[in-house]
C-alpha cells in the first residue's frame, strides 16, 4: 500500500506496511488504539483478542492507585491470568530492570505498562529484551513516547536512547485522563509543542546536512499538532474531548516515530535539553519536573535562540575561521565540566559522531551561505517564544528555566554543550557550525534574566 498522500485519522496507519515516494518503506506495528470514555473496560477483551493469557501488569505506587488495581480486578473477573507489581525501584536504570527480571511469572505472555513516560519507557525495553510484547494502559498524557519503538533509559548516569519495540495496544480512558493533575496535562502540550522546532530542525538537516526525510511523515505531524493546538486552551477545563485529542495527538507523533524507524519525526534540539537536564538533576539526586514541562520550556529556549540569530548578520568567513580554530583538546575539557560522570560516553559519541570535525563543518557553512535564504525562510515559520509562553502561562506551567530548577549556569551549558547529547544536526548544531551559538547563548540568557526580574517584582 502506498503511503497516503494528504494526512489521515490515526488508526490508518496501524498495522500497514506503506511504501514511499520518499524511498523508505514505513510500517508501524501498533494494532490497536481505544481512546475515550470507559477505555479500560476494554483491557480484558483486546488482551483475549490478541491471543494472550498470562498478563504481567507493572505499575508504581501512584499509577497502582489510579488504573492498575482496576486493571488486576477487570482481568480478574473475566477469568484472565494476571500479576501486578508496584515498582519500589523508580530510578527507572538497571536496578528498576533487576526487579522487573525478578517478578515476571514464567509463564507470562503479556507483559501492561500502567503508567506513562519512564514506565512506559522501562516496560518496552524490558520487554523487548524478555521477548514479550505489550500494551500500556496510560494514566496521564504527558509525552509522546507512546508508540515510540525506543527506550531512554539511565545507564552507568548517562541518559541513553536503546532499540526497544512498540506496544501493540494503547489504551487511554478519557475518565481517568482528566484526572491527571495540571502538571501533566501542560507536560503533553508541550510535548506537542516541541514538534515544531523539532521538524524544523529536520527540515535544515534536509538542506545543511543531505539527511534523508520524509515530507509525507512531516505532513502528518504538524497537521496533527496544529489540529490538537487549536482547542488547546480547553485542556485547563478538563474537557475529556480535549484531552483525549491531546492523548491521540501524542499517541500519533509516536506511530510517526516508528513509521520512520527513528525519533527523527518527534524529537529534536528541545528534547537534547530536557535529555540533559535530567542526567544533571539525576547527578545532583535531584528530581525532575515531567519530561513534557522540560519540552516546552526547552521549546521556549530554542526559539528564543533562533529569534537572536535571526536578527544577527551572519559573518560566514568569521564561522569558518571559527571552524578551524576548533580544538578537540578544549572540547573535551568543556565536556567534563559540563556533563560530571557522563563525560566519558558522551565523548565516546562524538568520536563516532565527528559531528565537530572543521572538514564537514566548513563544507556545511558552504551549504548555509548558498542557502541563507531558503533556511531563513524556515526559521520564519516557526511560532514565536512569546506564543509558546503565552500558551503554557494558560495551563500554570513552566516556561522558563529557573522555574523548573535551571538556573543561570546550567542554562548556560545547556544552551552550549546538550547538542552533544545525541549525533543528529539541529537549530543548535547549525547555530555552533555558524559560530554564534556562545554569543547568542549569553544574549538569551540575559534576556530571560530581565523577564525574570520583572516577574518577581510585578511589573
Given at each position: 500500500m502506498e503511503m497516503p498522500q494528504k494526512p489521515q485519522p490515526l488508526n490508518t496507519y496501524l498495522d500497514?506496511?506503506?511504501?514511499?515516494?520518499?524511498?523508505?518503506?514505513?510500517?508501524?506495528?501498533?494494532?490497536?488504539?481505544?481512546?475515550?470514555?470507559?477505555?479500560?473496560?476494554?483491557?480484558?477483551?483486546?488482551?483475549r483478542e490478541q491471543g494472550f493469557q498470562s498478563l504481567y501488569l507493572v505499575s508504581d505506587a501512584t499509577t497502582y492507585q489510579i488504573a492498575g488495581k482496576r486493571c488486576l480486578e477487570l482481568l480478574e473477573a473475566a477469568g484472565a491470568k494476571a500479576k501486578l507489581i508496584q515498582l519500589t525501584h523508580t530510578g527507572f536504570d538497571e536496578a528498576t530492570l533487576g526487579e522487573l527480571v525478578i517478578h515476571m511469572p514464567a509463564d507470562c505472555d503479556l507483559v501492561v505498562a500502567v503508567g506513562t513516560g519512564a514506565i512506559n519507557d522501562m516496560v518496552r525495553f524490558f520487554s523487548f529484551k524478555m521477548g514479550r510484547p505489550f500494551f500500556t494502559v496510560a494514566t496521564a498524557a504527558p509525552m509522546d513516547g507512546f508508540a515510540s519503538s525506543i527506550a531512554a533509559l539511565n545507564v552507568n548516569h548517562l541518559k541513553t536512547t536503546f532499540e526497544a519495540q512498540t506496544p501493540l495496544a494503547i489504551l487511554g480512558d478519557t475518565?481517568?485522563?482528566?484526572?491527571?493533575?495540571?502538571?501533566?496535562?501542560a507536560a503533553g502540550l508541550g510535548d506537542l509543542l516541541g514538534k515544531f522546532t523539532c521538524i524544523c530542525d529536520w527540515k535544515l538537516a534536509r538542506l545543511i546536512n543531505h539527511e534523508h526525510y520524509c515530507s509525507r511523515i512531516v505532513e502528518l505531524v504538524e497537521t496533527c499538532v496544529r489540529g490538537v493546538?487549536?482547542?488547546?486552551?480547553?485542556?485547563?477545563?478538563?474537557?475529556?474531548?480535549?484531552?483525549?485529542?491531546?492523548?491521540e495527538g501524542l499517541v500519533l507523533t509516536g506511530v510517526a516515530m516508528s513509521l520512520y524507524g527513528n525519533s527523527r519525526p518527534a524529537s529534536g534540539c528541545e528534547h537534547h535539553m530536557s535529555h540533559y537536564w535530567e542526567m544533571m538533576f539525576e547527578?545532583?539526586?535531584?528530581?525532575?519536573?515531567?519530561?513534557?514541562?522540560?519540552?516546552?520550556?526547552?521549546?521556549?529556549?530554542?526559539?528564543k535562540?533562533?529569534?537572536?540569530?535571526?536578527?544577527?548578520?551572519?559573518?560566514?568567513?568569521?564561522?569558518?575561521?571559527?571552524?578551524?580554530?576548533?580544538?578537540?583538546?578544549?572540547?573535551?575539557?568543556?565536556?567534563?565540566?559540563?556533563?560530571?560522570?557522563?563525560?566519558?560516553?558522551?565523548?565516546?559519541?562524538?568520536?563516532?559522531?565527528?559531528?565537530?570535525e572543521p572538514t564537514a563543518r566548513l563544507r556545511r557553512i558552504d551549504t548555509m551561505e548558498a542557502h541563507w535564504d531558503e533556511l531563513n525562510a524556515l526559521l520564519t515559520e516557526l511560532p514565536s517564544s512569546q506564543t509558546v509562553m503565552d500558551l503554557l502561562k494558560s495551563?500554570?506551567?513552566?516556561?522558563?528555566?529557573?522555574?523548573?530548577?535551571?538556573?543561570?549556569?546550567?542554562?548556560?551549558?545547556?544552551?552550549?554543550?546538550?547538542?552533544?547529547?545525541?549525533?543528529?544536526?539541529?537549530?543548535?548544531?547549525m547555530i555552533w557550525d555558524l559560530g554564534l551559538l556562545e554569543p547568542l547563548a549569553d544574549q538569551v540568557i540575559a534576556s530571560l534574566s530581565v523577564i525574570q526580574k520583572t516577574q518577581q517584582t510585578g511589573s
Open positions: 500497514q506496511t506503506f511504501t514511499c515516494s520518499c524511498g523508505k518503506e514505513h510500517y508501524a506495528p501498533l494494532k490497536v488504539v481505544r481512546i475515550g470514555p470507559s477505555a479500560l473496560n476494554d483491557l480484558p477483551r483486546i488482551a475518565e481517568i485522563l482528566k484526572g491527571a493533575p495540571y502538571r501533566m496535562i493546538l487549536q482547542d488547546a486552551g480547553k485542556a485547563r477545563e478538563r474537557n475529556p474531548q480535549v484531552l483525549g485529542n491531546i492523548m547527578q545532583q539526586h535531584r528530581r525532575p519536573v515531567p519530561h513534557g514541562i522540560q519540552v516546552g520550556v526547552g521549546t521556549v529556549l530554542v526559539l535562540l533562533v529569534e537572536a540569530l535571526r536578527s544577527t548578520i551572519v559573518d560566514f568567513d568569521a564561522a569558518r575561521a571559527s571552524a578551524m580554530a576548533y580544538d578537540q583538546t578544549a572540547w573535551e575539557a568543556h565536556i567534563r565540566t559540563a556533563y560530571g560522570s557522563a563525560t566519558d560516553g558522551i565523548i565516546a559519541l562524538e568520536a563516532t559522531a565527528r559531528k565537530n495551563l500554570d506551567a513552566p516556561c522558563l528555566p529557573i522555574e523548573i530548577g535551571v538556573d543561570a549556569d546550567m542554562l548556560r551549558s545547556t544552551y552550549l554543550y546538550c547538542k552533544e547529547v545525541r549525533a543528529r544536526y539541529t537549530i543548535l548544531q
